[in-house]
């Protein structure tokens, strides 16, 4: 009921769609961002990203798609090789260098390795589908439904694109660029690989959120990878809310709460203690009854 409240809540100081939420710090990324540091997040991302980001790492390989940095290094390579200084023109433009034949024979080998290594990714994230934590299914079943009520007219991909962006984007992106922060790759991180794993991220950010790159940008070679991918991350999003609501998959109520012998877990740290503690008092006008006879306010809140 809390995260219902806290769309809700959002949803209806939102005025231009459902897209504004990628665009504004709002309580919903940071539901999101959330899993990432509790249990059950933590947990997918190791068994999901794990693997895949350990064979990243091992290969260490260059993943450069610019086609003028392609070209200055062969000029080096060259110089270094040889002792003398290139012959090689040094003043040409992307265009010009991507005709390179070295170069083409180059970036066709790259896209390749890319391809091969965001299906890797791909496929780990959709086959992963029933291990997704289901508090974070719950939030994308109930955005959708409260945006599709709020904003009747709102295209079914603008609100995948939306959910993309925070289960990707939000949730998972975090793990395959700072790996390290989730104790996830075996070792210490090279710059070179950061920079694939960065390379990597912006390919899957674009596949989630289901658009393809522009002419002139470098991964543009991907867009034929992200097309062929498309149908079934649409089919991803569509079976990743079809969850039970939270009273059904917790099986309580109101009812049997009270005849439950075995009180129900609940892992809360000391920080969100402080923060839930600082929250109502900053609200305690409103929680309470002043009215009430002999009504005390700290009483009432933290007992």
Known sequence: KLFQLAILNEIQHNKSGVTEFTESDSVIPKMFITYNKRKLGVEYLKNTMGPILKDVVKEDISYEMKATMIYNKLITDEELKTGKKSTMNRTV?????????????LLEDTTAKLTNVCQKFLDGILNSLGNVPYGLRLI???????SLDRFPKSKTEQINQVIGYFVYY?????????????????????????????????ILQKAFDLTLFRKNHELYPLNKWLEKSKPRIVEYFNDLIEVPD????????????LTQKTSPLIIITPAEIVETHTLLNSHVAELTDDKVPGSDKDCLLYT
């Not at 265009?95 to 070295?102: F, N, R, T, W």
């Not at 994308?140 to 409260?146: A, N, S, Y």
């Open 93 to 105: 433009t992307a265009d010009e260098a991507a005709e390179h034949p070295k170069v083409k024979e």
């Open 140 to 146: 994308c079943k109930q955005m959708k439904e409260i």
């Open 170 to 202: 939000r949730f998972i992106n975090l793990a395959i660029v700072t790996p390290d922060e989730y104790n996830i790759g075996g070792r210490e991180l090279s710059i070179n690989v950061r920079k694939n794993l960065v390379v990597v991220s912006k």
């Open 246 to 257: 939270a009273e059904e998959y917790l099986q309580v109520d109101k009812y049997n709460e």
